[in-house]
């Protein structure tokens, strides 16, 4: 027998919600640990490092440098450093096609607010454009 | 170290898509009579159940302990669901484990199922698996298992020079192992050429790295000696069991590539057992990638230098510490919850020297048995011995 179900969740975003308010325009909200200084991207509610609460908001360019990247059959993932963040963060590439390692933070589709990165272009991709 | 919780018997359904119209329910059945026929006990021998299973919409079933319970004629018994992703099954096992070692239980049934490959579409169950990490931020990227493995896997390659051909001699052997193994689901005679060619899934990973979705259900049952049946065989028991987690997100790890959450399990581990990584004679790893078996091993410290040992043989039959005789989850298969379940079954059985698979040159005396969620993220470690 087959069965059918469909699943309209709604993900209250809580303590995160500045964080992914931000994220939606295309900004960079990072949480900042106002103990030890850690910069944490994505936020975090709670101090990876020191485990302190008490933890503020920081603004971030959106810039970044690829450290890892992985190319599958449709899709380009990689691991970023955002320049100001102590974490490396997880990305979908926008434009896997370019091979340059830096990139700027874009505003995420409305239903997956993950990050998503269009990376640089080089003059050559450029002078094609 | 765990004084009293021994393996009274177990049993496995093979593992592998399921094209015969059963479900989960059936395999339970046969898994939870084959475990009571195997230790030579009844349906009534048994007070408590723990259930493994990962996720509610693999079954689409909620509270399927208790169902559980009725179906394989168990009612009555005190039943739990539990669920550690991956290492869903391990966890039942240390759940289990302690209800004997505390008194809560005399005899426990450990079962793990997972119909991964056959109830839902291979699309659903790869969103449904990429839930499995932080799921508001790195899974609404939309970014899958394959793709978070190749990330840690590219960084454990840069930190250690590993070559995709490291990873593809895992992936044959481990194959090659299942070939003994009746309950395997890839069997495979393949070269590392076979590996190299095979289509790229998340560069470095192609598809013969990856472990297979699969069906299937297997089962243990725990007691104390003085509850053991007198069968006139070799008995295993738990030196140790311990867990560790590590960040969810791969990005806040020192360093991506190191399975750190896997290390500080198998240091706790190894000081309950009081035992050193150089006294375990064999060892079931969890390999849902080829590279993930050595980032594994490197954690565990089962090697010095993870690379040259595997390049000398020493995790091959043959060898000093033979890893993965069943064929692990490359060559085995993985019905999640079932996984860790079967990998202490087949441990206990290499110990007990009656594993109907591959098995190793010499006797082994203390086998390791390691289990995952996530990236590494929850992790469990079991030391047995054999008496």
Redesign the interface.
């Known amino acids: 027998m087959n ?1 059918h ?1 469909r699943l309209n969740y709604t ?1 209250p975003e809580g303590d ?1 919600k500045l964080y992914f308010a931000a994220l939606h325009r295309g900004d960079a909200l990072a949480s900042e640990c106002s103990s030890c200084g850690d910069v ?1 991207y ?1 936020a975090r509610v709670l101090c ?1 490092i020191c485990g302190s609460e008490s933890v503020g908001w920081v603004n971030l360019s959106g810039k970044a440098n690829v450290v ?6 449709n ?1 380009s ?3 970023v450093r955002f320049t100001g963040a102590d ?6 590439l926008i434009n896997p096609t370019s091979q340059v390692s830096t990139g700027q933070l874009s505003k ?1 589709p409305a239903d ?5 990165l269009t990376l640089d272009r080089t003059l050559k991709e450029d002078a094609h454009v | 170290m765990i004084n009293d919780v021994w393996i009274a018997g177990g049993a496995m359904t093979p593992f592998n898509r399921r094209k015969d119209g059963s479900s989960f329910r059936d395999w339970a059945r046969v898994v939870v009579s084959g475990a009571l026929q195997d230790a030579g006990l009844e349906a009534r021998d048994i007070d408590g159940l723990v259930v493994a299973s990962e996720s509610d919409f693999f079954t689409l079933q909620l509270n399927p302990s208790a169902l559980l319970a009725d179906e394989c004629g168990l009612a009555g018994v005190a039943a739990k669901r539990v669920e550690g992703g991956g290492a869903s099954g391990h966890v039942a096992v240390q759940a289990g484990v302690a209800d004997v070692a505390s008194g809560l239980a005399r005899r426990v049934m450990v079962l793990g199922l997972e119909p991964s490959a056959s109830h839902l579409a291979g699309l659903d169950v790869g969103a449904l698996y990429a839930l499995s990490f932080d799921a508001w931020t790195d899974g609404m990227t939309g970014i899958d298992s394959t793709s978070l493995y190749a990330l840690s896997a590219l960084a454990f390659m840069e930190r250690t020079g590993a070559r995709h051909e490291d990873f593809a001699r895992v992936a044959v052997r481990n194959r090659a192992h299942a070939r003994h193994n009746p309950n395997a689901h890839l069997p495979l005679d393949i070269s590392l050429g076979d590996v190299i060619s095979s289509p790229v899934v998340a560069s470095p990973y192609h598809r013969l790295d990856c472990s297979p979705l699969s069906d299937g259900a297997a089962a243990i049952i725990l007691s104390c000696k003085a509850d053991l049946p007198l069968l006139s065989r070799r008995r295993t028991r738990f030196r140790a069991t311990a867990g560790a987690t590590d960040t969810v997100r791969l990005g806040e790890r020192t360093d991506p590539g190191f399975f750190a959450g896997k290390r500080h399990a198998a240091n706790r581990a190894y000081k309950m057992a009081d035992v050193t990584p150089a006294d375990i004679d064999l060892a079931e790893v969890y390999d849902s990638y080829s590279g993930a078996q050595l980032q594994a091993i490197e954690a565990l410290k089962l090697a010095p230098n993870v690379l040259q040992a595997d390049r000398d043989g020493v995790f091959d039959t043959a060898g000093a510490l033979p890893v993965n005789l069943s064929g692990g989850l490359l060559g085995q298969g993985g019905p999640v919850g079932a996984t860790g379940v079967a990998q202490i079954m087949t441990a206990a059985f290499q110990l007990e020297g009656r594993y109907v698979g591959q098995r190793p040159a010499r006797t082994p005396k203390l086998a390791l048995v390691d289990t995952h969620g996530g990236i590494a993220t929850l992790n469990c470690v079991s030391i047995l011995e054999s008496r």
């Open positions: 069965h179900m993900l995160l944490a994505p990876r890892q990247r992985v190319d599958g059959r899709s993932y990689a691991l974490t490396l963060s997880t990305v979908a995420p997956r607010p993950g990050l998503w």
